[in-house]
């Protein structure tokens, strides 16, 4: 490091929120909502797994299939790709390359369906720079499941309306608070970059 640039005055005042999100509302079709269902449902799930804890950890209880990027799902890979260099232009300015993993489709059940608090970068998932929940149940559909980010300035609820996208930096910490009745259905997919450095 050049000791004439420890100080870099005008780089101490930016005004990027790093702890806050974005959401778009109203994202998809009906015709697109239920053409992403019918896809999601007819993919084998499996217990969702947290990284470092293998397929019996509490600290998640939901299930997931995995949405490819073919011929026929590239409409949905490409309408949330504009989404997100929407949200990151507007609000963090992050070094994008595409996407992290094919789409998650996700299932918590009533009767304490979760995952607690957890950020979504780690050793094998270090280049995750957004992360992004797309809420595909009515919000009478189920109680509980809340989406809850804490960036460092306390819990915030995300928006829960149907048919809204969430999208966050992937260090922020998260969690879907237990299911208690009913059945929430979200897709989640991750954005990457190059190392920060």
Request: charged share 20%; glycine share 8%; with cysteine.
């Amino acid at each position: 490091m050049n000791p004439s640039r420890l100080f870099l005055e005008h780089e101490r005042f930016k005004t990027i929120d790093y702890s806050n999100y974005y959401y778009f509302t109203n994202v998809l079709t009906e015709d697109e909502i239920l053409k992403l269902k019918t896809t999601g449902e007819s993919l084998t799930k499996e217990k969702g797994t947290v990284t470092d804890q293998g397929n019996e950890s509490s600290t998640r209880i939901s299930e997931v299939s995995w949405i490819n990027p073919e011929a026929d799902t590239l409409w949905l890979y490409e309408k949330i790709a504009g989404l997100v260099i929407t949200a990151n232009e507007s609000m963090w300015q992050f070094d994008l390359s595409g996407y992290h993993d094919s789409f998650q489709y996700t299932t918590y059940n009533g009767g304490g369906g979760h995952y607690d608090w957890h950020t979504d970068v780690g050793p094998k998932m270090a280049n995750r720079k957004i992360s992004c929940v797309l809420q595909l149940s009515n919000v009478d559909d189920y109680t509980g499941g809340d989406l809850q980010l804490n960036g460092g300035n306390g819990v915030v609820d995300a928006p829960k309306d149907y048919n809204t996208l969430i999208i966050f930096p992937s260090f922020v910490l998260h969690r879907v608070t237990p299911v208690l009745t009913g059945t929430r259905k979200s897709l989640v997919t991750w954005v990457a970059g190059p190392t920060l450095r």
